[in-house]
């Protein structure tokens, strides 16, 4: 398998819980490439993971829809109600006039200000946006099928073009402090920490407001009871994984926690996440070691089980 054949697969895959993560995966394998080698093995391997985690779509849907002219109001209550499939056409006659910068910047501003439990609606929306310049013309139509997908799932009755009330936001947090957080309480599968990664990696997306407004938020995230019990940390385990200082042991780590298993999607967002964040912060690498660890033993704990 290519890089190009991936990409298509992770365009092509839809989701069937909430959110696609498929192109959010591709991109994942795309940096963890830089790490571990094996390029075709974690092309493989990603592939496998988008294939557990979303519906496979063949088709273009808008192609199949009746083309109305809508106005711009007109688009933005189709989108915010998840009028379907009148949503498809939205959003690519919003494309077509406009381009998808437009589209990021209105539901960034969204993202920004109202916090959301693992933090999909900043991280997948980044994806979004790094993966669009890197797509071939003819997978554009398909990509806004993707795009139409995630936003009515995320942004539901959100109509205006101003960005949206504030819900609840974290105080200003430095990154040292956020770290610590994420660090201390990794959230599900580390999902504090592959949004971290996504923040500072993708912090020229975005504006100062944004981004700080954002970190406040995940510190919040990071500090607070999470919303879903079955997401805590397994202590016994997670003290079980304490490591001792070898920033060696990493890179294996992280290779263990990509192949060992074919268990859920996150092994690799983690992964590049964690990967990611030792490049940044090199200091911390025992602690992301662990994270690491953990979650590759829960990954072969949960795949033996099933």
């Known amino acids: ?86 949503a498809y056409q939205a ?34 929306l980044l994806a979004l946006n790094e993966v669009y310049s890197a797509l071939p013309p003819e997978w554009v139509p398909a990509f806004l099928n993707r795009v139409t997908e995630f936003v009515t799932a995320t942004f539901p009755n959100e109509e205006n073009r101003e960005c949206c009330e504030v819900i609840t936001t974290g105080q200003p947090a430095t990154l040292e402090d ?30 100062d407001a944004q981004y700080n407004t954002m970190m406040g938020n995940l510190n919040l995230q990071a500090v607070s009871p999470l919303e879903d019990p079955d997401d805590e940390l397994d202590l016994k385990l997670w003290n079980s994984c304490t490591t001792h200082n070898d920033p060696d042991g990493f890179i294996e780590q992280i290779r263990a926690l990509v192949f060992d298993s074919c268990f859920n999607l996150h092994q690799n967002t983690l992964a590049d996440a964690l990967c990611f964040l030792q490049q940044q912060y090199p200091e911390h690498t025992t602690e992301l070691i662990r994270v690491a660890k953990y979650h590759t033993i829960k990954c072969a704990e949960m795949s033996s089980s099933k």
């Not at 697969?9 to 839809?14: E, L, Q, W």
């Not at 496998?48 to 192609?63: E, F, N, W, Y």
């Not at 309480?185 to 997306?205: D, E, M, V, Y």
């Open 91 to 124: 959003i690519s006659q919003w494309h077509a006039e406009y381009g998808f910068h437009d589209i990021f910047e209105f539901y960034i501003a969204k993202a920004a200000n109202k916090p959301e439990y693992l933090s999909h609606n900043v991280t997948i």
């Open 178 to 207: 956020v770290l610590h957080s994420c660090l201390l309480q990794p959230g599900f599968f580390g999902h504090n920490l592959i949004t971290l990664a996504w923040i500072i990696r993708c912090k020229t997306s975005l504006s």
């Open 1 to 86: 398998m290519t890089s190009r054949e991936l990409l298509e697969k992770a365009v092509h895959r839809s989701a069937i819980i909430h959110q696609p993560h498929a192109l959010k995966a591709y991109l994942s394998a795309q940096f963890l490439a830089a790490h571990l080698g094996q390029p075709e093995a974690l092309w493989q391997q990603t592939a496998k993971l988008i294939a557990k985690d979303g519906l496979q779509v063949s088709t273009v849907l808008t192609d199949s829809v009746e083309h109305i002219a809508f106005s711009d109001v007109r688009r933005h209550r189709i989108l915010a109600r998840g009028i379907y499939p009148a």
